[in-house]
């Protein structure tokens, strides 16, 4: 039987405080188990989140920030995890580079972004038949790819969801097709309590207007993607109104909370998952398989030596010759100001990057070179392919890649939502 740490064995080990150290079990950081009323944590669960980065909250301020001080809301999630690794890491598998890996089923991307989950989807052998994004500059990255270079019978224009004439243009680019995915990562700041009640504010109605689409499309199965801290908003009840709004339609969901890291990105980027049904099928999630993580240097080393390309998307930075020796002066996992630790910040060679944002600046420094990362290393750290090409200035390069979906963590999901379809019949 394996030894367990307990937690103030953990917090002997890591300096940490036993309140900190609960703070990261309720906020599903830190695996862990109760035993006896009490929690153990195993060795190797200590080790991953030791690794991946997550042991420090400065990677996920949103969450922590969300929390307070609550160490009460720990999730039992029920979970039914598929194996998915075979086809996750053997190229025959993947549909973005072999169209003879397509696997016949059809998705919608609602609130698309440049396509990093529609990448991964596809990778996972899906078709795309239509998408919807508000950012031009995002439209245009998409459309590039997916369009112009993959030759995906896609009607792909910067839309506004919550128009009807938006809603009846993606119906009609839908036509006859049948769909059997819908997904979207809606933004999710329109929400508040009336009483004990959650509603959706008028500052924001994505939210609503993705479950009308839903509902009106009926995809066998839905899957949304959103920040890891929408569990903590309103002590959990934005969570219970988003499953029990769409069993309402139809659609059983359940929810846990995926590592990218876990699925072979070179990054720590956590993000809830919801996965629903309205056929009687299982929800699937991808199971966990990566033993040892893929480190920053392990994806970007191949750049090293790569002069700018910017039609590749590796554009340099321009620094002083002052500024190259700050850069080169911080130390791996340090950042170049010490009050913003979470930008500017030098993640270790050695190690899976801290979470890429979508901030306009380098905000990412280089490990080795005296110079932030290009957006072109950064769509690495997301696992973009080298053949997918953001549009738009630097600027907006950055924004499209920051906010994007992993694609390997989309790949996953994917592969998992075909299983269900194909254990349907369908």
Not at 8 to 27: C, F, L, N, P, Y
Not at 82 to 97: A, I, L, R, S
Not at 191 to 216: Q, W
Not at 383 to 390: A, H, M, V
Request: neutral net charge; aromatic residues 10%.
């Amino acid at each position: 039987m394996s030894k367990y740490y307990t937690i103030q064995e953990i917090a002997d080990k890591t300096g940490k405080s036993q309140k900190t150290i609960r703070r990261h079990i309720a906020a599903k950081k830190l695996n862990a188990t109760r035993i006896q009323n009490k929690w153990r944590i195993l060795p190797e669960d200590y080790d991953r989140w030791i690794v991946s980065g997550d042991c420090e909250e400065d990677n996920d301020r949103e969450t922590f920030a969300i929390m307070g001080s609550n160490t009460s809301n720990v999730y039992n999630d029920n979970v039914n995890w598929v194996d998915v690794e075979e086809k996750c890491t053997k190229d025959k598998y993947n549909g973005w580079t072999h169209s003879k890996a397509r696997n016949g089923y059809n998705f919608v991307d609602l609130f698309s972004g440049a396509g990093g989950l529609s990448c991964g989807l596809t990778m996972a052998g899906f078709t795309p038949v239509a998408s919807v994004e508000i950012m031009p500059q995002a439209v245009e990255t998409y459309k590039y790819n997916f369009v112009q270079k993959k030759k995906f019978k896609e009607d792909v224009e910067t839309r506004d969801i919550t128009t009807g004439e938006a809603k009846e243009a993606l119906y009609a680019s839908i036509g006859d097709r049948h769909i059997h995915l819908l997904v979207g990562g809606f933004p999710c700041q329109g929400f508040s309590l009336a009483g004990n009640r959650v509603v959706t504010d008028e500052r924001n109605s994505l939210y609503r207007e993705m479950l009308k689409i839903v509902d009106h499309i009926k995809p066998e199965y839905i899957v949304m993607e959103n920040v890891e801290g929408l569990r903590s908003m309103l002590n959990g009840k934005i969570e219970e109104k988003i499953i029990s709004d769409y069993k309402k339609i139809g659609y059983e969901i359940n929810v846990t909370v995926l590592n990218s890291a876990d699925y072979g990105v070179a990054q720590t980027r956590r993000r809830v998952i919801f996965v629903g049904n309205r056929i009687g099928g299982t929800n699937y999630h991808p199971k966990p398989f990566m033993e040892t993580y893929k480190t920053l240097g392990e994806e970007i080393e191949r750049f090293m030596n790569l002069a700018e390309d910017k039609s590749i998307n590796h554009i340099f930075s321009r620094h002083t010759e002052e500024m190259k020796q700050r850069i080169s002066s911080v130390p791996e996992g340090m950042s170049l100001y010490g009050n913003y630790s979470d930008a500017w910040k030098k993640s270790p060679w050695d190690k899976p990057s801290c979470t890429v944002k979508e901030n306009h600046g380098g905000v990412n420094l280089h490990p080795k070179l005296p110079r932030v990362l290009t957006p072109r290393e950064l769509a690495a750290l997301q696992s973009f392919p080298d053949d997918f090409i953001f549009k738009g200035t630097k600027k907006w390069q950055l924004v499209q890649i920051g906010n994007a979906v992993p694609p390997l963590l989309g790949r996953a999901i994917g592969l998992a939502v075909e299983y269900a379809l194909k254990e349907n019949g369908i």
